[in-house]
C-alpha cells in the first residue's frame, strides 16, 4: 500500500481487501497493526485472533497479540500466547 495515504485511507482500503478475502491473513495482519498504531488495542486484537484462525502458523500474529496483551496489563494472557506460538516458530524455522 502506498505509504503517503492516511492510517485512515489505510483502514479503508484494508476494509476493502477484506470484503474481498476475509480471511487474508496479511490484511488482516495489516489491519491490526493499523489499529494498534492508533492505540485501538482491543481492536488490533480482534483482528490478530482472526489472522490466528484464518492460520494458526503466522507466527507474527503470536508475537504481536502477545505485546498487545502486555500494554494492556494482561501477562497471563500474554504468556499463554506465546506458549502457543512458540511451537509454531520452531516449526517455520523462525525460533
Same mark, same amino acid.
Given at each position: 500500500?502506498?505509504?503517503?495515504?492516511?492510517?485512515?485511507?489505510?483502514?479503508?482500503?484494508?476494509?476493502?481487501?477484506?470484503?474481498?478475502? =476475509?480471511?487474508?491473513?496479511?490484511?488482516? #495482519?495489516?489491519? @491490526?497493526?493499523? *489499529?494498534?498504531? !492508533?492505540? %485501538?488495542?482491543? +481492536? &488490533?486484537?480482534?483482528?490478530?485472533?482472526?489472522?490466528?484462525?484464518?492460520? =494458526?502458523?503466522?507466527?507474527?500474529?503470536? #508475537?504481536?497479540? @502477545?505485546?498487545? *496483551?502486555?500494554? !494492556?496489563? %494482561?501477562?497471563? +494472557? &500474554?504468556?499463554?500466547?506465546?506458549?502457543?506460538?512458540?511451537?509454531?516458530?520452531?516449526?517455520?524455522?523462525?525460533?
Amino acid at each position: 500500500m502506498d505509504s503517503e495515504m492516511t492510517q485512515e485511507e489505510r483502514l479503508i482500503k484494508l476494509n476493502e481487501f477484506l470484503k474481498v478475502n =476475509p480471511t487474508d491473513t496479511f490484511s488482516l #495482519f495489516a489491519m @491490526a497493526m493499523e *489499529l494498534r498504531s !492508533l492505540n %485501538r488495542q482491543n +481492536e &488490533a486484537l480482534k483482528y490478530l485472533d482472526r489472522v490466528l484462525a484464518a492460520d =494458526p502458523n503466522y507466527v507474527p500474529g503470536y #508475537f504481536q497479540k @502477545a505485546e498487545i *496483551l502486555i500494554e !494492556l496489563a %494482561r501477562p497471563q +494472557e &500474554a504468556r499463554r500466547v506465546l506458549l502457543d506460538g512458540i511451537p509454531k516458530a520452531v516449526e517455520a524455522g523462525q525460533f
